[in-house]
């Protein structure tokens, strides 16, 4: 088994805010997981926001899919992810 290293990054939008890490690197070994929050602030209602979370992995260089869960809509291929604020 090695470790494997994740560059994760949130990029800053006009819509909303966000609390939490802007960037960093997750050092992981295989088949094991990670959960990361961050506080979304939105500054309008009744729109659905898309954040842009970037997570690739350090040695291939290639993006991995984002997995949605409760409140959140995955993109097209897991691309991206969308976020409803009533």
């Known amino acids: 088994m090695h470790v494997l290293t994740f560059n994760v990054s949130m990029e800053a939008n006009e819509l909303y805010g966000f609390g939490g890490s802007k960037q960093f690197a997750i050092q992981l070994m295989p088949l094991s997981r990670y959960v990361m929050k961050y506080r979304i602030m ?3 209602r009744g729109v659905w926001i898309k954040p842009v979370l970037k997570v690739v992995d350090k040695y291939y260089n290639k993006s991995l899919k984002i997995a949605a869960c409760e409140g959140v809509v ?13």
């Open 42 to 44: 939105p500054l309008q």
């Open 74 to 86: 995955a993109g097209e291929k897991g691309v991206g992810i969308s976020i409803w604020v009533p």
